[in-house]
């Protein structure tokens, strides 16, 4: 059985957990925070660029659409 790949990136307050098989409309987090998401970075989300306040905002939207 394959592992989930699990990885987590903080801003010190929140803690955002990215699964990545789980994870399927990424493109809409890079367009709403793209100081926070930058596929061309490593690593590619940076939680620390964001207030807890967007944070929570663009995660809660993000699970609501599904």
């Known amino acids: 059985m394959d592992r989930e790949i699990v990885k ?4 010190g307050e929140l803690t955002i957990v990215l699964k ?3 994870c399927i409309h990424a ?3 890079v367009k ?3 100081n ?3 596929p061309n970075e ?3 989300i940076k939680a620390e660029n964001g207030t807890t306040d ?3 905002a663009k995660l809660l ?3 609501q659409a599904h």
């Open 20 to 22: 990545p098989k789980s």
């Open 42 to 44: 490593k690593p590619w």
């Open 36 to 38: 926070v998401y930058n």
């Open 32 to 34: 709403a925070l793209p």
């Open 61 to 63: 939207n993000a699970h």
């Open 54 to 56: 967007e944070l929570k």
């Open 8 to 11: 987590e990136y903080t801003n």
């Open 27 to 29: 493109a809409e987090c």
